[in-house]
Every structure is written in structure tokens, then in C-alpha cells.
């Protein structure tokens, strides 16, 4: 029986938090990729909560965001969430893709988060 890419990619998600564990120094930052859009949190799994959170949804990036291709949102985003961890003291965090490959615009939420500031 064949997987589909939904459950193919959860399987890769399973075998990645096995490895990938945020805590209170070094929380998680786990990405989620929709069709249109895509979502960032910094969670800390000691606490089992959310502490930042930011999209492409963002009325803060609205306008911003006009006529921007996806990667470009993506890298935008990256950078909306460095600026928010860093005003809360938080500058390492640990990448989780989720399961998804680190391409496109997974990779290029990773160098706005970079290039604003996180260290992972």
C-alpha cells in the first residue's frame, strides 16, 4: 500500500521530533506550509505552549505582502519572527520543518529567521 503525501509526510514529521526537542533555553521553531500561506510558531515543549507566532495572515504584513511571490512572503515572515523573539530575548532557537524538504519556502523562512537575527 502507498502512502499519500499527506501521510508520507507525516511519517518524516514523526521521525524528525524524535530528534527535535525545544526547551526553555532553546525553544522550537516549527513551520507549517499551507497552499496560499504558511505559519510560524516558537514553542516550547517543556511548557507545552506557543510563545510567538506569525504568517503571511498578518495584518501587520498585509500591504507588505502585495504582488510578493510566495518564497519572498516566506522570507518576510522569517524576518517578522526573528524581530518578535528577539524582543523577547529569545536568540537560538532549534528548526523543525515538519516534515516538509528544506526547499523553496521553508528554506527561505529559515534565512529571513537568520538574516533577522536567530541563531539555529
Known amino acids: 500500500m502507498s502512502l499519500t503525501k499527506i501521510d508520507a509526510r507525516e511519517k518524516r514529521k514523526k521521525s524528525i521530533r524524535k530528534r527535535v526537542q525545544g526547551s526553555g533555553e532553546r525553544p522550537r521553531l516549527s513551520v507549517f506550509r499551507s497552499s496560499k500561506h504558511i505559519y510560524v510558531q516558537i514553542v516550547d515543549d517543556d511548557k507545552q505552549g506557543t510563545l510567538i507566532?506569525?504568517?503571511t495572515r498578518e495584518p501587520e504584513l498585509g500591504a507588505?505582502?502585495?504582488g510578493l511571490k510566495k518564497k519572498d512572503r516566506a522570507k518576510k515572515v522569517g524576518q517578522l519572527i526573528a524581530q518578535r523573539c528577539l524582543a523577547k530575548g529569545?536568540?537560538?532557537v532549534v528548526f523543525d520543518r515538519n516534515g516538509y524538504i528544506y526547499?523553496?519556502?521553508v528554506s527561505a523562512l529559515a534565512d529571513g529567521a537568520r538574516e533577522g537575527g536567530l541563531k539555529f
Open 53 to 55: 507566532a506569525a504568517s
Open 90 to 92: 529569545i536568540d537560538k
Open 64 to 66: 507588505s505582502l502585495k
Open 103 to 105: 526547499h523553496g519556502r
